[in-house]
């Protein structure tokens, strides 16, 4: 047999398949295999919903399960936002601060130490009741003008704001005890963190304390 005819056995046998082939337009009906399956064989293919609430507080085991854009957004809510420290984050979370840090750190935001205000506790430990707060970051309505004017002699009456101790110079002059019950009153009004007291002592005569 020669090429010539070879070659023309090939192509009848590539025509009579091809008039054998069932294209789409020729077939009765396209299926899928979803067809044949029940209610509740395609209700079991459906992935499983989970809502998470970014506007309240939550524990360590929920806060690690969501998403990590979702971790990232509620991080910077609590840090920006409330102004929440890492020890505040860590108390509320129910894990240390530490855990909270390296959390941070694996997010890419900033570690640094925040220092919460007395405001800011204050709207921390209301958000963390769950009570309905005013927009935060706008600043509070100025009061309606009073009809009657106030006095310029009477000074007008200031909201209560706790006693906070920065510095101060002093100079005791007593027995130990009572020096010691003095400067541990000073001390409860510096709050929380390092301190730095530089002292002088000296021992009085009899004569000179009378």
């Not at 009570?131 to 310029?152: C, G, I, M, Y």
Request: glycine letters at 6%; one cysteine or more; aromatic letters at 6%.
């Amino acid at each position: 047999m020669h090429d010539f005819d070879f070659d023309i056995m090939e192509k009848k046998r590539i025509a009579q398949g091809a008039r054998a082939r069932k294209c789409g337009s020729k077939s009765r009906k396209c299926t899928l295999p979803s067809d044949y399956l029940t209610a509740a064989q395609k209700k079991g293919l459906n992935g499983k919903v989970s809502t998470y609430n970014l506007s309240g507080p939550m524990t360590y085991s929920k806060f690690r399960v969501m998403p990590d854009d979702l971790q990232k957004e509620y991080l910077l809510k609590l840090r920006n936002e409330m102004g929440a420290s890492q020890t505040a984050i860590g108390e509320m979370m129910q894990c240390s601060p530490e855990t909270v840090r390296q959390t941070l750190i694996r997010h890419g935001l900033s570690t640094k130490l925040l220092r919460m205000s007395f405001e800011s506790k204050l709207r921390w430990d209301a958000w963390l009741k769950g009570e309905q707060l005013n927009n935060d970051r706008a600043e509070a309505p100025a009061p309606a003008p009073s009809e009657t004017p106030v006095s310029e002699d009477k000074p007008v009456p200031t909201p209560y704001m706790p006693c906070a101790l920065n510095s101060c110079d002093m100079q005791l002059r007593g027995t130990k005890d009572e020096i010691l019950a003095t400067l541990g009153t000073l001390l409860s009004c510096m709050g929380d963190g390092r301190l730095e007291l530089r002292t002088e002592i000296f021992k009085i005569r009899e004569e000179d304390d009378e």
